[in-house]
């Protein structure tokens, strides 16, 4: 039986104020754990049981296994890039050099990537991910789709459904996708590079 639930490395109130613990209890606890008891019923005694995450999201028919498997990967991700305790306020190493390469500077990252959260009509989410080639680029993706869907690393994501901020920001989308850039693990973010 697979089990797709990641564990959080931080406290449910460990990245308040920019995510309360209520939006974590209800985001992780409640919205994530749907995601994946679904997706563990929907392959339950089919040739998926025995594949990866990774691989499901890359081959799953478009439908219910695939929105499942696809938020599931997104969720673990987005959850598992954040900390209460990082070491570097900023990209560091290959991961900076790489952002100045492909977007000019670090608040430049920011301001695009802002700027493409907020103007993602409807549920989606929005990546720093890497080309094929290697090049840095940002992919807003509607609904549970994902970069790994079409060939990208996710590097870092931003999740735009209202559930990710509605009880803490109300309609306030700008506001919590600015806010999280302090809560960034940089290190985490780094590691996935490839
Ligand atoms: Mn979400």
């Known amino acids: 039986m697979s089990n797709f639930m990641p564990q959080l490395p931080?406290?449910?109130?460990?990245?308040?104020?920019?995510?309360?613990?209520?939006?974590?209890?209800?985001?992780?606890?409640?919205?994530?754990?749907?995601?994946?008891?679904?997706?563990?019923?929907?392959?339950q005694g089919t040739p998926m049981e025995h594949q990866t995450l990774a691989e499901?999201?890359?081959?799953?028919?478009?439908?219910?296994?695939?929105?499942?498997?696809?938020?599931?990967?997104?969720?673990?991700?987005?959850?598992?890039?954040f900390?209460?305790?990082?070491?570097?306020?900023?990209?560091?190493?290959?991961?900076?050099?790489?952002?100045?390469?492909?977007f000019g500077s670090f608040d430049e990252l920011k301001r695009q990537m802002n700027s493409a959260a907020t103007t993602l009509f409807g549920s989606g989410w929005v990546w720093l991910c890497q080309n094929k080639d290697g090049k840095l680029e940002l992919m807003a993706c509607p609904?549970?789709?994902?970069?790994?869907?079409?060939?990208?690393?996710?590097?870092?994501?931003?999740?735009?459904?209202?559930?990710a901020y509605y009880l803490d920001y109300q309609n306030r989308r700008a506001d919590h996708v600015a806010a999280l850039w302090d809560i960034v693990d940089w290190e985490v973010v780094a590691d996935r590079m490839q």
Not at 25 to 35: A, E, N, V, W
Not at 68 to 76: E, I, K, L
Not at 143 to 163: A, I, M, S, Y
């Open 83 to 102: 900390t209460p305790r990082r070491a570097s306020d900023s990209p560091q190493g290959r991961l900076a050099s790489n952002i100045e390469r492909d």
């Open 143 to 163: 609904n549970g789709d994902t970069p790994l869907r079409h060939g990208k690393n996710p590097l870092l994501g931003f999740d735009v459904w209202e559930h």
């Open 56 to 81: 499901i999201v890359a081959v799953a028919p478009e439908g219910a296994v695939f929105n499942n498997a696809g938020q599931v990967m997104n969720h673990t991700l987005y959850f598992l890039q």
């Open 10 to 43: 931080y406290a449910a109130d460990a990245l308040e104020p920019v995510i309360s613990k209520e939006t974590i209890d209800c985001h992780y606890g409640k919205h994530l754990q749907t995601y994946v008891n679904n997706l563990e019923k929907l392959i």
